[in-house]
Nanobody, 117 residues
């Protein structure tokens, strides 16, 4: 059973930084893509960032220039460095990992990020 666990969320003032981590366990599968989505209260879950196995990244326009995604492929761990945070970044951040072998994505339980103005 594949499990993803996020950490690093918390409360930060506007302009501050946080680094989220997502570790995987329970599988020796290699994840073709790993990334992050977020969901603010009363809103749909939105794409934030993704890193493919070859190193290519995709970043949402709303966070481009402020958020950076990185990955430790050997450890199947993905990180999200969030700088210059804004109150509108407040959300639950979810990590996911896509396994080509399994033909599906796995999701973590989420970590809360709250940015105060």
């Amino acid at each position: 059973q594949v499990q993803l666990v996020e950490s690093g969320g918390g409360l930060v003032q506007s302009g501050g930084s946080l680094r989220l981590s997502c570790t995987t366990s329970g599988s020796a599968s290699y994840f073709y893509a790993m990334g992050w989505h977020r969901q603010a209260p009363g809103k749909q879950r939105d794409f934030v960032a993704r890193m493919w196995s070859g190193g290519l990244t995709n970043i949402a326009d709303s966070v481009k220039g402020r958020f950076t995604i990185s990955r430790d492929g050997a450890e199947n761990t993905v990180y999200l460095q969030m700088d210059n945070l804004k109150p509108e970044d407040t959300a639950v951040y979810y990590c996911y990992a896509y396994s080509a072998n399994a033909g599906r994505a796995y999701w973590g339980q989420g970590t809360q990020v709250t940015v105060s103005s």
